[in-house]
């Protein structure tokens, strides 16, 4: 089968509107009362890029551009949107406000992630300006929401190595920079959370939006969170719980023990899997399905956004990829782990490409 | 000139021409490590130049989208390229990309810049079997 | 019907290359499907089939009246086609030439072959108008001429002819259309450097470097369909409706749940039109988007693009040099594909591009499309 469309989605998911396709990633929470499903979209990496006086790198604006404009078609309305990190490609005020005006156009609520790209200029000061606090969870129709600033990393690095801010941006900036330092979430958040977390049911779902994977999976291009064991510990005691995670520009999914792990597309660009660097060792989750090689003669190839339904508390990703077909990544509850609905048995993938 | 003089000028004669035959098909592990250290040194300007805004115009690098230079793929070029309609080279690849997605003027085929492009994506790649027009 | 020598001795040349599976220079062979082999019986019935103004309400429309031979197979000049009683469309009239090699026909696609998309227009209320297909089989079947062709092509008389016969010959004629050979393929497939001016040459290397315009209009090693079979938001129509978008997908969607005929919406609603490949599929990423064109004849075709709005080839090179907008005081559309972006070309790129689209046509040049009395002396 091909792409599922959007009827099928709204046949699935008794939803009674229409409009079914989405650009960005919508996520629903589905729950055995109908009316308290709902779903929500998710947009990330944008990576605003700054040329100069009005010039912003024409590309990665489309892609928000386009992202924002699709996620405003959904139909039924997502009950807020989430904005994964990395608005901005070098952290300046004027990335950040270009970026903020295009989401202006949102209509919802959006909540906002920290990226590395956000932060290592001014550690965070302006983004919070904008949009808020860098870790905070919500409740929201009896799922815990909990928002991480994932991308912190040790003080020795962050505080004493640079002569300058835009230096210690630049070299996190690059992801295969050796210069780099790993991404943890830190002592003090990992004491807030447990704090935060103590207040909550074990029988309530919980989702957490972080912008690097809770997970280790390649540490030479961080995608990897050095602290990712401990925060997995707290998460450990709740019966469902999911994190979705930006950063990677891919489809990645896992399953560790009771938390699932999902990742979301960037609308700016997409990063090969590690895989396709030969040279390393490949830590990609057994689980994960690729998506075939982009194509870099169509920009917006391999990027996107997804749509994610929380049934019964589990994530079900609707991918819209651009110029690809559409992946559904959702939960098995037989096999308890996400699973690609549609290619995740071998003799049923996408013959790989190895064009471009 | 002595007997003797005329011996030790031969004597050099002979040394001169043992020395230059002897580059021909002899060489030490000290050359095979200063030649690998050119090429190092021009596969590091290659690395550079790949994280380098100077590249393009509009501040984007290489390294954005092709971390360590993945997804280059050297290997299989010469090879059909679907949008660029022809059979093409790693060189003509790496121009479109400096004229596309970095909005730069394509590098002449002569410039060394090219060669260290070309240096550091294949350096990334060694080990790899060759795979021309692979698809 | 409208019978020019021209005509003829276009078919017959046509008719040889077709069969003997040598297609003009620049193009791959035809894909023909196994349920509908060539023969030059089928194919001179389809083209009487394509010239027939009988099939349809007012007795003055055939396929060709907006698929004209003389205009390289549209109804150039006008912008969108003129159906019966002159109602207007809202599409411009793709050519049928080499139409045999799209994979998918129609402008937004939506049918999959030319045996499909035949039995669209004679039904649909502003190109053809007639209530269903029964007319067009009541002729067919008692038509003197007809009943001998058909017993012919398909040893089939009376009630056994059906549709499925009447669309195949029809798309066996089509088949044999075929535009390549032009001076742009003499000189680049066939080695001629004279083939081409120097202007033309010029505008070649625009046309595959800085204009960009091969990335979807494809030439390859041995052959130059300048499609990719893609559907592109290249800026064209969805710009007039832009901020109606999320009424209007809402709305086109619901009317199709209903059960609502897209052929007949997209081709009456002007505003529905601009949704493009979207009202096919339902997917948001192709939102306004259409299909890449074939550029070959394309000088002969004009006015470009699928409402016709572009009056010239000037016209669609400034379009795309803008980044999609031809005024570059109009927003950008929010949903335009990936890859349209300024070009900035200089004025002289322009005019060089212009050149080489010129040189695309192996029809008859404009001298002998207007004296089409004199049959044309076959290609050297």
């Not at chain 2, 090879?79 to 121009?95: E, P, T």
């Not at chain 3, 008389?157 to 004629?173: D, K, M, P």
């Not at chain 3, 064109?293 to 000088?299: K, N, Q, Y």
Request: hydrophobic share 35%.
């Amino acid at each position: 089968m091909s792409k599922m469309n959007r009827r099928d989605f709204m046949k699935n998911t008794g939803a009674l509107a229409v409009a079914g396709s989405l650009p960005v990633s919508l996520i629903e929470l589905a729950f055995a009362d109908a009316k308290e499903n709902f779903t929500l979209a998710y947009i990330s990496d944008s990576h605003i890029q700054h040329i100069k006086g009005s010039e912003f790198v024409r590309n990665w604006d489309r892609g928000l551009i386009r992202a924002v404009a699709e996620t405003n078609l959904l139909t039924p309305k997502p009950d807020f949107i989430v904005y994964g990190g990395d608005l901005a490609q070098l952290g300046t005020k004027a990335e950040l406000d270009h970026g903020a005006e295009i989401l202006s156009s949102l209509k919802g609520k959006v909540h906002h992630v920290m990226g590395e790209h956000d932060y290592y200029l001014d550690l965070g000061a302006y983004w919070e300006k904008l949009f808020g606090p860098q870790h905070y969870s919500f409740d929201h129709k009896g799922v815990h929401f909990v928002v991480l600033n994932s991308i912190l990393t040790h003080d020795e690095w962050t505080f004493h190595r640079w002569p300058t801010p835009e230096q210690r941006m630049a070299e996190m900036a690059g992801l295969d920079n050796p210069n780099g330092s790993p991404f943890m979430v830190g002592e003090k958040q990992r004491a807030w959370l447990k704090d935060d977390l103590a207040k909550v049911d074990r029988k309530t779902p919980v989702v957490v939006f972080s912008h690097s994977p809770l997970q280790k999976i390649y540490k030479g291009w961080n995608f990897w969170t050095e602290d990712a064991d401990e925060v997995q510990a707290l998460l450990k005691p709740f019966e469902k719980v999911t994190v979705i995670y930006g950063h990677v520009h891919q489809i990645q999914y896992n399953q560790i023990g009771n938390i699932s792990f999902n990742s979301v597309m960037a609308t700016a660009w997409p990063w090969p899997y590690p895989t396709a660097y030969k040279q390393a060792e490949v830590y990609l989750p057994k689980l994960t399905v690729p998506i075939n090689r982009a194509d870099p003669f169509h920009e917006r190839d391999a990027t996107g956004w997804q749509f994610i339904n929380l049934a019964s508390g589990n994530a079900d990703l609707h991918y819209t990829l651009y110029d690809n077909q559409r992946r559904v990544v959702a939960y098995n509850t037989q096999t308890r782990q996400p699973e690609d609905t549609q290619y995740q048995a071998p003799e049923r993938r996408i013959p790989p490409q190895n064009h471009y | 000139m002595t007997l003797k003089n005329i011996q030790i000028a031969l004597l050099g004669l002979l040394v001169w021409s043992y020395v230059g035959m002897a580059a021909a098909d002899e060489f030490t592990d000290e050359d095979e490590k200063r030649w690998m250290a050119q090429f190092d040194a021009v596969a590091q300007q290659g690395r550079s130049l790949w994280t380098s805004p100077a590249l393009g115009s509009n501040g984007v690098v290489c390294a954005q989208c092709h971390p360590n230079a993945a997804n280059t793929h050297p290997e299989t070029y010469p090879k059909f390229q679907k949008q660029l309609g022809k059979v093409a080279l790693l060189s003509d690849m790496i121009n479109w990309c400096i004229q596309n997605p970095l909005q730069g003027k394509p590098l002449e085929l002569t410039d060394p810049k090219l060669t260290a492009l070309q240096a550091y994506v294949t350096w990334e790649r060694r080990g790899v079997p060759l795979a021309p027009g692979k698809h | 019907m409208k019978h020019t020598p021209f005509g003829f001795s276009l078919l017959a040349a046509l008719l040889y290359t077709a069969l003997a599976g040598a297609e003009p220079l620049g193009l791959p062979p035809v894909n023909i499907p196994a349920d509908n082999p060539q023969s030059p019986d089928k194919i001179a019935l389809g083209k009487k089939l394509f010239e027939d103004k009988r099939f349809s309400s007012t007795g003055e429309v055939s396929c060709s009246t907006c698929h004209d031979p003389v205009k390289a197979f549209t109804d150039s000049p006008l912008p969108t086609s003129k159906g019966i009683h002159d109602a207007t469309g809202t599409r411009n009239a793709p050519t049928v030439l080499n139409a045999a090699y799209f994979k998918r026909q129609f402008w937004d696609g939506r049918s999959p072959s030319l045996e499909d998309q035949a039995i669209h227009p004679f039904v649909n209320p502003i190109e053809m108008g007639l209530p269903n297909h029964e007319p067009i089989l009541k002729i067919v079947r008692s038509d003197p001429q007809y009943a001998k062709a058909f017993k012919t092509v398909f040893g089939t008389a009376g009630e056994a002819i059906t549709l499925t016969e009447v669309t195949r010959a029809i798309a066996s004629f089509e088949r044999t259309v075929l535009s390549g050979d032009s001076p742009f393929d003499r000189y680049y497939f066939g080695g001629n450097q004279d083939a081409l001016s120097p202007a033309a040459a010029r505008g070649f290397q625009v046309f595959l470097g800085q204009g960009r315009c091969v990335s979807c209009h494809v030439i390859e090693q041995t052959q130059a369909l300048f499609t990719d079979h893609r559907f592109h938001n290249i800026g064209v129509g969805i710009n007039r409706i832009q901020d109606d978008v999320p009424r209007l997908a809402g709305a086109f969607l619901e009317a199709k749940a209903r059960g609502a005929d897209v052929d007949v919406t997209v081709l009456s609603d002007r505003k529905s039109s601009e949704l493009g490949r979207f009202a096919i599929t339902d997917q948001f990423d192709e939102l306004g988007a259409f299909k890449t064109p074939t550029l070959r004849e394309v000088a002969r075709t004009a006015p470009y693009m699928h409402d016709g709005s572009l009056k010239t080839l000037r016209e669609v090179v400034e379009h795309y040099n803008n980044g999609g907008v031809s005024d570059t005081k109009t927003r950008v559309n929010d949903f335009l594909s990936g890859g349209i972006r300024p070009l900035a070309l200089s004025e002289q790129q322009k005019s060089d591009l212009v050149a080489f689209l010129e040189a695309l046509s192996s029809g008859p040049s404009q001298e002998s499309a207007k004296s089409a009395k004199t049959p044309r002396s076959k290609r050297p």
